[in-house]
């Protein structure tokens, strides 16, 4: 009987387990995961406000509950935890499905300045995640810069943008809704280095920015100029198309003169973030022109604009796991076909998807077919990993290893807290916002490392 180690329990990672209990009628499934809680960014990047793709859990629910698929939750993998020597031992095979949890930086001067956070942190703040710093994001900021053009982009832009009656049903911390719902920004500017057809938000999500209340959408007709890469806009590959004439309407009609305002700006390069009194105050651009082949050069034109809050969302970046191979230029573990490579050499026994393996793109679903040739590959090894002893039983190695696993039904004993918190709030479930509340929750102590581990600045290692 196969027995499979999948590491990290978000899209990826489920997916992968499912691949393989659908394909494999014997092999037994361990999804660990450093967080008490399943799911991963579905939970905890996946903005609150897109119930649909939020629902996406129950699916995924139905994985981690299938009768040869165990989830183990609280369990770190790497440096401080159980050692990658040590899953290989207990397991024929292991999955590590740990995604990309670092942002990318702008390097430029003044990203550190108090008001300047990566949007990762201002989404895990307000998806409750038990790492997120408890920054105050919003106080005494009337205007908000988001600097990229992404999903990512759009999300924080539309979270900036919301009001209590539409974040309340959410299952968004407290916190982070009274501070939302009590927010002064009037102003949100979305900025991409390069131009509208080279935007990478799709069309759906940017056309939800159009239908948010009390809230003008402005573009300017000069910045959607055609790119000369493309021709004429009916050379643009059909998203991109359908991406500029949302944009070619909104630039055509006249503001309501509302209380907020979201514009989208085009073909401006950040080149430095300006202080004022001690913290950001504006974004310094450069203004930029289409290179003719999809890029973009500088001009020598410079524009400033006023930003007390700056949310950089340039993208996730993976980070290296203390004992597997990693290509730090591209930030994913070296593989063929799902295979980790060694040096070069498939290792036997190792396997990586989602994020770690392709890098940070894609919609959920990409994480489907990933999983599926990352299974296809390890079941193909199968006869000869399973010439390998392991033990019958994983937990005992993995405890004599340090780690306190917290099973399916300290999961569904947090679901249930959560429940309880948002009854008591007058609301439906509301995230249970941090790790004391989660084991708490869960029924485990915790232990004086999690009392004494510092919040990530710049990462998320969420699984
Ligand atoms: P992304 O799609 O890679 O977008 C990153 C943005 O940052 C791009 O506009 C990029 O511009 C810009 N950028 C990168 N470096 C920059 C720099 N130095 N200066 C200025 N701009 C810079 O990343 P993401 O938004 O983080 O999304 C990650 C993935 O999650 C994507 O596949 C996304 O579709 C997915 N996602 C999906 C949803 C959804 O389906 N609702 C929601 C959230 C995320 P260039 O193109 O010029 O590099």
Redesign the pocket.
């Given at each position: 009987m196969l027995r499979v180690a999948v590491v990290g329990s978000g899209p990826s990672g489920v997916y992968t387990a499912q691949s393989l209990v659908q394909q494999d009628p014997d092999v037994r499934v361990d999804v660990l995961d450093r967080l008490p809680c399943p799911y991963g960014l579905v939970r905890y990047?996946?903005?609150p406000d897109?119930e649909k793709?939020k629902s996406l859990q129950g699916s995924l629910r139905t994985v981690l509950e299938h009768e040869r698929v165990r989830f183990l939750g609280g369990i770190e993998v790497g440096a401080g935890g159980v050692p990658v020597t040590r899953l290989a031992e207990s397991y024929h095979a292991v999955v590590y499905c740990v995604g990309a949890a670092a942002d990318?930086r702008?390097?430029i001067p003044g990203e550190e300045l108090p008001g300047s956070w990566s949007?990762t942190e201002f989404v895990s703040w307000y998806s409750a995640h038990p790492d997120a710093v408890t920054g105050s994001f919003l106080a005494g900021v009337r205007s908000a810069v988001v600097?990229?053009?992404?999903?990512?982009?759009?999300?924080v832009t539309r979270i900036l943008a919301r009001g209590r009656a539409e974040l309340s049903p959410t299952d968004m911390p407290q916190t982070a809704l009274t501070a939302l719902a009590a927010s002064g920004v009037t102003d949100i500017g979305m900025?991409?280095?390069?131009g509208p057809s080279?935007?990478?938000?799709?069309t759906?999500?940017l056309r939800e920015l159009g239908s948010l209340p009390d809230t003008d959408v402005l573009v300017d007709e000069a910045e959607l100029a055609p790119d000369p890469a493309y021709g004429d806009p009916s050379g643009l590959p059909a998203a991109q198309r359908r991406n500029v004439e949302v944009l070619r309407g909104w630039a055509a009609s006249p503001a309501l003169g509302v209380r907020r305002r979201i514009r989208l700006r085009f073909f401006l390069?950040?080149v430095e973030l300006i202080a004022d009194a001690g913290r950001v105050g504006a974004v310094r651009f450069e203004r930029t022109a289409p290179d003719g082949s999809g890029g973009?050069t500088g001009t020598g034109r410079y524009e400033e604009v006023e930003a007390q809050l700056v949310l950089r969302?340039?993208?996730?970046r993976g980070v290296p796991l203390e004992g597997l191979p990693f290509d730090a230029e591209r930030g994913t573990v070296p593989h063929l076909a799902g295979r980790v490579l060694r040096s070069g050499a498939v290792a036997p026994g190792e396997y990586v998807a989602g994020w770690i393996k392709r890098g940070?793109?894609?919609?959920?679903g990409t994480n489907r077919s990933c999983a599926k040739e990352t299974v296809t590959s390890l079941l193909e090894d199968a006869p000869a990993l399973l010439r390998r002893p392991v033990p019958e039983d994983p937990l005992p190695p993995l405890r004599a290893a340090g780690a306190e696993p917290v099973g399916w039904d300290g999961w569904l004993a947090i679901e249930r807290a959560e429940a309880e918190l948002g009854a008591s709030l007058g609301r439906g479930a509301v995230k249970l916002p941090d790790w004391d509340a989660l084991w708490a929750a869960a029924g485990r102590e915790r232990t004086a490392d999690r009392y004494t581990r510092p919040p990530h600045r710049s990462s998320r290692h969420s699984v």
């Open positions: 990047g996946v903005a897109h793709i990318r702008l390097g949007a600097i990229g053009v992404g999903n990512v982009a759009v999300d900025v991409g280095r390069r080279q935007a990478r938000f799709t759906k999500e390069r950040p973009v969302s340039v993208g996730y940070p793109t894609g919609v959920i």
